[in-house]
């Protein structure tokens, strides 16, 4: 998408036919987003789906097989500058184990020009996190709150966060994204957030990206998304035009009867149909499913 | 980045440094009653004795004997030698190959590789600091080697040319030292797992000290050759210290006759049935006794060169590992 200088400005990210391949399989293929910026955005794909991948092509980590990244406009791979604006939690929270928290506080001290080492400290007090103990004897979720407050502390524009709580237990699950999105608000910090299960990130997110099988399925702020979609059902349906329709998702059909996900472009005005309003998961699921799985019948040795 | 690789290492070097000093307090004494014996059987003086070319017949003798009592007690430690030129390879193995290896198998390269400093610089650093640390190290353990071997080697025929006591001396644990590590740390870039890295670092070094050791290191100079004649008094004290890589008998045509053997006879002695000396192995008059060898006064310059090459080396793998070190994720 070509954009003007000004709307270049507010994206935190951009991608452009993005592509990364490990040996002959792309990781990620195609992928084209912009993330706003204050936007606390949640990436959405099953396993596998190219998630961390595009995560680490955002921080820097990866360096692009096809296509460009951009955040804040610079391309992020081997530039050590750009890292200072970034904060990134990666899977697993992974964080040296033998060190204590504090211990962690200085080594980001140390390695960063911009620390805010008393936020970090206050955050972590605050958690009641001990100071003096080894970070690998911490819980699982004290030890993504310290990892959360390592990141914090860089006072970064773009918080990437892979997985955050996919190791936490319910209750931790919700601790660690509150105490995020309480420390997000007020500074305006434009968050990315993926999981593999749309329901941790639901309350919280405004925006969504869909990745699924390598590629964008979907992305938007999550308002429109709602509002955009409809689920009809009507009589069987033959695939021709429906007024107001952009696209049909997803369609399944019984003898009689058909029941479609749709894009709408205006008003479904057709009395034959009856429009429900539909949820976020819905959405999210309809296109899901859409993306369609490889099969791998002659690895096997099976027939199709 | 000083503080982290400090707060890192700091329990490595401490056990490392113990270990060090647990070898030292063995090996010291040993080595004063190595050199208490050595004085006290009158060896002091030897090599420079008989290295005159005017060295009287009992003095060799005297030196001989006393040679030969000094090796019939402290030969065995030879074998502790062997156990000693590990010592290298063991740094490799544990300081070099967990450096990058370690941080992604536990993921704390995406930790630390995201904070400001970048991966680049991560690498220089964390490299140059252990590499000079370990460089002390290697200096330390050389020097203490080259004392503690002195009289095994003045004692033992090769010198400090041997097999064994070449690489445990002087400047050379210096160069085995540092490749081992980057060798490690090298491995660690391109296997990212502790274990498979120091396999290879452990495989590597061995196959490149022996290729070294056993094709390389004789042609670092174009060698010398030696001949002198079959018949003449006494045992003749041409190569203590020498290295010798080839030797035999040939016959004045130049022919070899009897290859990795060497002949002495009294002068005009004759053998049973009034033979002269090597007839019945086909010695014609004129015979002599050849070898190829590397002079001892080359030791330093031959530890020079092995020592760049095994420095190049590590510079080269160092290079390599940062360069893999950037397409980690």
Not at chain 1, 19 to 37: F, M, Q, V
Request: net charge positive.
């Amino acid at each position: 998408m070509s954009g003007t200088r000004g709307q270049r400005m507010d994206m935190v990210l951009e991608t452009d036919r993005l592509g990364k391949r490990y040996g002959s399989t792309w990781a990620l293929r195609d992928c084209s987003l912009h993330l706003p910026a204050g936007r606390i955005a949640a990436l959405v794909g099953p396993n596998g789906a190219g998630k961390s991948t595009l995560l680490h092509l955002a921080v820097g980590l990866l360096k692009p097989d096809a296509g460009t990244v951009r955040v804040f406009g610079r391309s992020p791979y081997g530039d050590t500058e750009g890292l200072a604006d970034i904060g990134f939690v990666a899977q697993d929270t992974p964080l040296y184990r033998d060190f204590t928290a504090a211990e962690l506080v200085i080594a980001g001290g140390k390695l960063n020009r911009r620390w805010d080492a008393t936020l970090a400290r206050q955050r972590l007090a605050q958690l009641g996190i001990p100071p003096d103990k080894p970070v690998g004897k911490l819980s699982g979720g004290q030890r993504a709150q310290v990892a959360l407050a390592l990141a914090l502390a860089k006072q970064p524009r773009l918080l990437l966060l892979d997985e955050p709580v996919a190791s936490l237990d319910p209750l931790a699950r919700r601790e660690f994204l509150q105490s995020l999105m309480g420390s997000v608000a007020e500074s305006g910090t434009t968050v990315l957030l993926s999981s593999h299960l749309l329901a941790d990130l639901e309350r919280v997110c405004d925006y969504l990206i869909v990745l699924n099988a390598s590629q964008v399925q979907l992305t938007g702020a999550v308002d429109d998304l709602v509002s955009e979609h409809r689920q009809l059902v009507g009589p069987r349906h033959d695939g021709g035009a429906v007024g107001g329709v952009a696209a049909v998702v997803r369609a399944s059909h019984t003898d009689r009867q058909s029941t479609l996900l749709v894009r709408t472009d205006g008003p479904v005005t057709d009395p034959a149909w009856t429009v429900r309003e539909v949820s976020l998961e819905d959405v999210v699921l309809a296109y899901l499913a859409d993306g369609t799985t490889q099969t791998s019948h002659s690895e096997w040795g099976v027939p199709a | 980045m000083i503080w982290l690789t400090w707060r890192q290492h700091r329990k490595q070097a401490f056990y490392t440094l113990l270990a060090l000093a647990a070898l030292a307090a063995l090996l010291v004494p040993i080595g004063l009653a190595m050199r208490h014996t050595f004085s006290d059987l009158g060896l002091t003086d030897c090599a420079s004795q008989l290295a005159r070319a005017d060295v009287a017949q009992a003095t060799r003798e005297t030196c001989d004997a006393g040679y030969r009592r000094f090796g019939n007690q402290y030969g065995n430690l030879s074998l502790v030698a062997v156990l000693l030129i590990t010592l290298p390879v063991l740094i490799g193995l544990f300081w070099g190959a967990p450096l990058v290896a370690r941080e992604v198998e536990q993921g704390t390269h995406r930790f630390v590789w995201t904070q400001g400093v970048g991966r680049t610089r991560w690498a220089l650093v964390k490299f140059g600091l252990v590499s000079g640390s370990v460089l002390i190290l290697a200096t330390v353990y050389g020097l203490g080697m080259s004392w503690w071997v002195d009289p095994l080697t003045k004692a033992a025929h090769e010198g400090r040319f041997g097999m064994i006591v070449f690489d445990l001396q002087g400047i050379v644990p210096i160069g085995y030292t540092l490749f081992a590590v980057a060798l490690g740390v090298f491995a660690g870039t391109v296997w990212k797992r502790m274990l498979p890295a120091m396999g290879i670092t452990l495989a590597g070094f061995i196959g490149v000290r022996a290729a070294v050791e056993l094709l390389a290191r004789r042609h670092y100079q174009p060698a010398r050759t030696q001949t002198f004649p079959i018949e003449g008094e006494g045992p003749p004290e041409v190569s203590r210290g020498d290295w010798v890589l080839a030797q035999g008998v040939r016959n004045p045509d130049g022919t070899m006759i009897a290859e990795g053997g060497r002949i002495q006879c009294p002068s005009g002695g004759k053998g049973p049935e009034g033979r002269v000396c090597g007839a019945e192995l086909g010695l014609e008059p004129g015979a002599y006794n050849w070898q190829l060898y590397q002079p001892a006064d080359r030791f330093w310059l031959f530890q020079g060169i092995e020592t760049g090459v095994f420095v190049a080396l590590a510079v080269l793998l160092l290079y390599l590992a940062i360069r893999r070190v950037r397409r980690i994720a």
